[in-house]
Every structure is written in structure tokens, then in C-alpha cells.
């Protein structure tokens, strides 16, 4: 078994993988004050709880978007389950040729959603990540990651609207019946929901005006992408387990 972990700016989502095949997945939000005992303590009984023995698993894979939590993190990981953890980074072979003016400024996670759409869904393919930011990211037939764009994730945008202002509450991010609103609660939600599909759909038409490649594939994952993928055509697949996947993948090619 391998247990593989997405560090990201919000949750810590972890996936134990037997083969192909995805035997659970559970989540820790992602906190700065743990110590290394406190995480290999919640990872040790998340693991029990899902009837997973620690003993059993025989790698452990990090993508991690906050470096801060990760000299704790990976002590943890030695301490308890007793397996040095491999690190998504510079080196690390993935099967994706990074061709942007620094490569070394593409973060881990997008690189793992790049191997996990490539290689599941073929290329060209536009992979977009619904997470703390939303990422679009243009892989080619090639397996080259030639493009990315990024825009605040559709909570970063609520969270600007009810805390930089005075008047208006924090409310559920969902869409609304229609975008005609008659109250401040769903004339907030239309504003978020409709506008960020809006967004999305543009952005998707234009990297692939801008790109020339045909017949490119869009692929979407991140936690309110399922409620953006329903509304927006362009979006060929929501696969909410993409990163898990991707990391799987990696490890079969650096073991």
C-alpha cells in the first residue's frame, strides 16, 4: 500500500493506494502550530479508523504548497510510520516536461494534476484545479506543460466580499436559481457563482484560441469544482481525486 499526501494551502487530503485502486481518503486541515507527534498521531488513527495497518504501507508520497508545516510533517511521517517520505520536487521524475521561462516556479501540486490528467486522459489537455487558487494548466500531446494560469480560488473571492465589507454577512458559496436576485444573499451568490463560471468558461476558450492545439481535453478537479463543472460545457471530466491519482502515478515511476 502507498499512502500519498496533498499539503495544500487549506486541507491536507491523504489517499491510501493499493495498485490502481483507491482503498480510502481522509482529510487534516492544514495547520501550522502541530508538532510532529500531533501529525503522525492523526495519521496513525485516521489509518485505524479506515481498518488500514500502519505496517502495511510501504511508501509515502508529499506534494506540499506550505513549506512551513513540512519539517514537522515528514518527522512525523518517520516517526510513526516509520518510511522517509518522498518529496514532489526538482528531480523528481514525473514524465511532464516543464516548458515555461522558470520551471522551478511551477508548484508541486500542479505538476501532480499535470501527470494525473496526462497520463489518465491523454493530451493535449487543459487541467483545472478548483483549490484555495484556481489553476488552468495546458499540457500538450507531448507531455509538455507549456502554459498556466492563475486566478483566486471562488472562496478567496467570498471571503473578500462579506470581510472587506461592512454590510454584508458570510453566506453559503452555492448558485442561486436565477441570476435576477432580489435579496443580498443571493445577489451575493449569483455575483460569486455566476461570475466565476463566467470566468471560467472565458478562460478556457481563450488558452485554447491562443494555443492552436486542437482537440485538447478539460479536465477539472478541487473541492467546489463539481459545482463550476456542471455549469460549465467546456469541462470535459470532474475528477475529484486527480492529485491523489497523480501522485499514485509518480510513485510507480520513481520506484
Known amino acids: 500500500m502507498v499512502l500519498v499526501v496533498d499539503i495544500g494551502n487549506t486541507n491536507i487530503t491523504c489517499g491510501v493506494f493499493e495498485g490502481d485502486d483507491i482503498l480510502t481518503t481522509f482529510r487534516l486541515t492544514t495547520k501550522?502550530?502541530?508538532?510532529?507527534?500531533?501529525?503522525?498521531?492523526?495519521?496513525?488513527?485516521?489509518?485505524?479508523?479506515q481498518s488500514i495497518d500502519k505496517g502495511q504501507i510501504e511508501a509515502v508520497l508529499i506534494s506540499s504548497v506550505v513549506p512551513n508545516i513540512m519539517y514537522s510533517f515528514q518527522n512525523g511521517i518517520m516517526k510513526y510510520?516509520?518510511?522517509?517520505?518522498?518529496?514532489?520536487?526538482?528531480?523528481?521524475?514525473?514524465g511532464i516536461n516543464i516548458h515555461t521561462a522558470n520551471p522551478k516556479e511551477?508548484?508541486?501540486?500542479?505538476?501532480?494534476?499535470?501527470?494525473?490528467?496526462y497520463n489518465l486522459y491523454?493530451?493535449?489537455?487543459?487541467?483545472?484545479?478548483?483549490g484555495?487558487?484556481?489553476?488552468?494548466?495546458?499540457?500538450?500531446?507531448?507531455?509538455a506543460f507549456i502554459a498556466g494560469v492563475t486566478s483566486p480560488g471562488i472562496r478567496?473571492?467570498?471571503?473578500?466580499?462579506?470581510?472587506?465589507?461592512?454590510?454584508?454577512?458570510?453566506i453559503e458559496i452555492k448558485k442561486p436559481k436565477t441570476i435576477l436576485a432580489k435579496d443580498t444573499i443571493t445577489s451575493m451568490q449569483a455575483g460569486l457563482v455566476f461570475g466565476y463560471i463566467g470566468q471560467t468558461q472565458y478562460i478556457i476558450n481563450?488558452?485554447?484560441?491562443?494555443?492552436?492545439l486542437d482537440n485538447i481535453k478539460v479536465v477539472a478537479t478541487g473541492g467546489l469544482g463539481k459545482m463550476i463543472s456542471d455549469e460549465v460545457s467546456e469541462i470535459d471530466i470532474y475528477d475529484p481525486m486527480l492529485t491523489l491519482k497523480g501522485l499514485?502515478?509518480?510513485?510507480?515511476?520513481?520506484?
Open 248 to 255: 499514485n502515478i509518480i510513485y510507480k515511476k520513481n520506484s
Open 106 to 117: 511551477v508548484g508541486p501540486d500542479r505538476i501532480v494534476d499535470a501527470v494525473g490528467a
Open 32 to 49: 501550522l502550530q502541530r508538532t510532529s507527534d500531533e501529525y503522525g498521531v492523526f495519521i496513525c488513527e485516521l489509518l485505524r479508523t
Open 206 to 212: 481563450k488558452m485554447k484560441e491562443e494555443s492552436g
Open 81 to 94: 510510520l516509520n518510511k522517509k517520505p518522498l518529496v514532489i520536487g526538482a528531480g523528481t521524475k514525473t
Open 156 to 170: 478567496i473571492s467570498a471571503n473578500a466580499l462579506w470581510n472587506d465589507t461592512a454590510s454584508l454577512p458570510e
Open 132 to 143: 484555495t487558487a484556481t489553476t488552468y494548466d495546458l499540457i500538450t500531446e507531448d507531455g
Open 122 to 130: 491523454g493530451g493535449p489537455v487543459l487541467v483545472i484545479d478548483f
